[in-house]
C-alpha cells in the first residue's frame, strides 16, 4: 500500500518553504500527499520555536495529530523545525507518540526518516541547523500557483537578545545567485508571477557570499525572468538599508513598493537592550529617505511592547512615534521571554497583563492611523492580482502591491472579467481599516 503523507506547517514563510521541499521529495518517493489528516498514514508536523506561544502551538498539533493513532489510519508521526533543532532530547523523552525527529538542517533526509519510523526504528536526525538551499532538491508548492516565496538566505548573525533563532538556524548563509536564479526560473515556468524574497536579514544577502550587498543586483535579476510581475522583499533589517537598495525600490516597476521594516521598538534604551541596530533618529532618517525617493510606498514594521525594562513612559513614546509615522502596516508583538537568550536574564521583566494591553492599545493607535491613512487611495487605479471569487457577495478578492499574501489587506473588486491569478486594474472607490474596494477599469 502506498503511504499517504500529510505535512502540517506551522510558523512563518520560510518554514513553509521548507515543507515544500520535503513535500516534493516525498512525492518524488513515490508516496501519496493528502490534504486530510484523517486519510494519512504519515503525518510531518514542520514546528516553529520562535516564541513560548508557538512553542505551545507546536506541542498542542504534535499531540493533537498523535491521537489519530487510535481514530484514524496514522502509523508514523514525525516532527521537524525548529522545536526539534532546539529541544531534540526533551521531544524524545517527553513525547513517546513522536516516531521520528529531524532538524532544520537535515531535512532533505525526511524520506529515510519516513522509512525507519515505518519500521519503528524512532530516528531522530538532528545536525548542523544550516541547510545548504544550494542543492538541487525538488519544491511541491502549497501557495496559490501565482504566488510562491524563496529563501535567498538562511540563519542569522545579528545577536539580538530577545531571539533564539540563531540557535535554531545557525548562522547568516547567503544563497548563491545563480541558485536563486534558477529557483525563480523554474517557478515561472509553472505560472508563478509574485516572488516574495525572504531570510532572516534579507538586506545582509551577498556580504558572506560576495564581500559585499547584493541584494539590489539581486532583485533586478529576478525581475528580468520572463513571467515574473511582482517582486516583493521580506524582513529588511533596518541597519543594513541601503541607498542603492532604495534607488532600485524606486525605479524598478516590477518590484513592490513595499518595504517590511521590522524596527522593534522607538525608544534608544530600549534599543540598545535588544541589541538593535541604529537609534530613534537612525530610524526616523531612514524612513524619511525611503518615504521620500520611493513615494508611493508602503510601510510596514513590526514593534515588541512589555521588553524588561520598558517603563510607562518608553510606551507612551513610542506610541507617540506610531501615530507620528502612520506605518501603513504595523505587527505588534509581546515579549516573550525565551531560555537561553540574553534578554531572559534582563531585570525588571512585565507582567504579561501590562504587555497584553499595551499590545492591544497600540493595535488600536494603528487601527486609527491605518483607517485615516487608506482614503489615499481613493480615485487611484491600481494593479490589483485576483486572488479568488465570493459567490456570496458575487465580487472577486485579490491585493495590490502594497499587501503581502496573507498578512495584510486586502481590494474588493465588482464587475471583474480576470481569471484568478492574473493581474487587473482597479480604480478604488472605498477604503476600510486596512481593506479596499473598486471597480475593474475595463
Known sequence: MTEKVKIVTLGCEKNLVDSEIMSGLIDQRGYSLVDDQEDATVIIVNTCGFIDAAKEESVNTILEMAELKDTGRLKALIVSGCLTQRYKQALMEEMPEIDGIVGTGDFHHINRIVDEALKGKQPALVGNPVFNYEQALPRKLTTARYTAYVKIAEGCDNSCTFCSIPMMRGN?????????LEEVKNMADQGVKEISLIAQDSTNYGTDLYGEFKLPELMDKVSEVDGIAWVRLHYAYPGFFTDELIEVMARNPKICKYVDLPLQHSEDAILKRMRRPGRNRDARELIHKIRERIPNVSLRTSLIVGFPGETEEDFQRLSEFVKEIKFDRLGVFTYSKEEDTPASRLPNQIDEEVKEWRANTLME????????????????????????????????????????????????ITNCKTSIGELTKVRITHAYDYDLSGEAVL
Open 172 to 180: 547568516f548563509r547567503s544563497r548563491s545567485m545563480e541558485s536563486i
Open 365 to 412: 493607535i494603528q487601527r486609527e492611523v491605518a483607517n485615516a491613512e487608506s482614503g489615499k487611495y481613493i480615485g487611484q487605479v491600481l494593479d490589483v492580482l485576483v486572488e479568488r471569487y465570493d459567490g456570496r457577495s458575487d465580487i472577486y478578492v485579490g491585493r495590490s502591491q502594497y499587501d503581502a499574501p496573507e498578512i495584510d489587506g486586502e481590494v474588493y
